[in-house]
């Protein structure tokens, strides 16, 4: 089963975030912070990972550098999640090496559907 980690420090939207990724088959992994996102990436080694960029202690953009500095984790798809819509917000996503971006308010739906083809155009699925 394909595993992707949510790091999200709202409740409701990483609730809402984890029901719709189980509805589509997938295994989550669910955190509240960004190093419990550190963490939980490098024990189970996650396929993707769902990070908010606004997050307290590391942030989302701090998260993908560090999976992307360790060779265990450097692999991981990642798609930044925010309220942010600037566009240095998203150029320093894509900068820390996010695959995707995805801004709030969001549709579930399409937020499965982006993981889902970024998994079937890298073979993970």
Known sequence: MTTVLV???DADIRDLV?????????EVLSVG????????AQARHPELAVLDVSM??????DVCRMLRADPATAGTLIIMLTARVQEQDVEGGFGAGADDYLTKPFSPRE?????????????RQ
């Open 7 to 9: 790091a999200e420090d």
């Open 33 to 40: 912070d960004g190093q419990a996102a550190v963490e939980t």
């Open 111 to 123: 937020l499965v559907s982006r993981i889902q083809e970024m998994l079937a155009r890298a073979g």
């Open 18 to 26: 984890a029901f719709k990724l189980e509805q589509a088959g997938l």
């Open 56 to 61: 307290p202690g590391l942030s989302g953009i």
